[in-house]
Structures are given as C-alpha cells and as structure tokens.
C-alpha cells in the first residue's frame, strides 16, 4: 500500500512553537522525515522547494493549524463570520426602515 506524503502538525508542548510531522508509506514501509538541514546557497539562484505535498496534504496541515488556533493574520480566516453580521445588519436595516417605516 502507498501513502502519499502527509504533513501533520501540532503545538509544541511547554513551547510558543508549532511542530511539523512528515511521513509517507511507501510499499508497506513508514519513512519519516528527519530535521531539515540549511544550507548556504546563492540567493538569485533558482531554487527548490524543500517538500512538495498533495493538496490533500495542504489541507490536512492547514486543518491541524485552525485547530491549534492559528488564523491568518489579515483576517480571511473569518469570512463566514463576517457574511453573518452583515447578513444580520441587512435584516435590522429592513425591520428599522420597512417594517417600522422610520425614514433615514
């Protein structure tokens, strides 16, 4: 059986760090992925992406985040909530100035 490339995360414990887990099944075989090693490199050189994953995989780990309470930090994360209040000031504007005829 192969398992593609998955990346789980999780809050480190007793540390203001986020950890990344990175395994694959390969031919009924668990690989893990070791610490990453940086390197000096030429910074207008072309490089590679040090993993690639799934979109599947983008999703698992942008779940894992969410539920570890990270949110972007321009606020997409609350869009829905943001559709509600203004689904909900739309209505109070027509309960104020249909249904209760006060003029603006």
Same mark, same amino acid.
């Given at each position: 059986?192969?398992? =593609?490339?998955? &990346?789980? =995360? $999780?809050?480190?414990?007793?540390?203001?760090? %986020?950890?990344? %887990?990175? @395994?694959? &099944? *390969?031919?009924? !075989?668990?690989? !893990?992925?070791?610490?990453? +090693?940086? #390197?000096?490199?030429?910074?207008?050189? +072309?490089? $590679?992406?040090? &993993? #690639? &994953?799934?979109? +599947?995989?983008?999703?698992?780990?942008?779940?894992?985040?969410?539920?570890?309470?990270? *949110?972007?930090?321009? =606020?997409?994360?609350?869009?829905?909530?943001?559709?509600?209040?203004?689904?909900? /000031? @739309?209505?109070?504007? #027509?309960? !104020?100035?249909?249904? /209760? #005829?006060? !003029?603006?």
């Amino acid at each position: 059986m192969n398992k =593609g490339i998955e &990346i789980r =995360g $999780q809050k480190g414990f007793g540390t203001k760090s %986020f950890c990344l %887990f990175v @395994d694959e &099944i *390969r031919n009924g !075989t668990f690989y !893990t992925v070791l610490p990453v +090693e940086m #390197k000096k490199a030429d910074q207008y050189e +072309e490089q $590679q992406p040090a &993993i #690639k &994953i799934s979109e +599947e995989a983008a999703q698992i780990l942008l779940n894992d985040l969410w539920l570890a309470g990270y *949110r972007p930090s321009d =606020g997409t994360g609350n869009v829905g909530q943001l559709k509600a209040t203004q689904n909900h /000031l @739309d209505d109070m504007r #027509k309960i !104020t100035f249909d249904r /209760l #005829k006060i !003029t603006q």
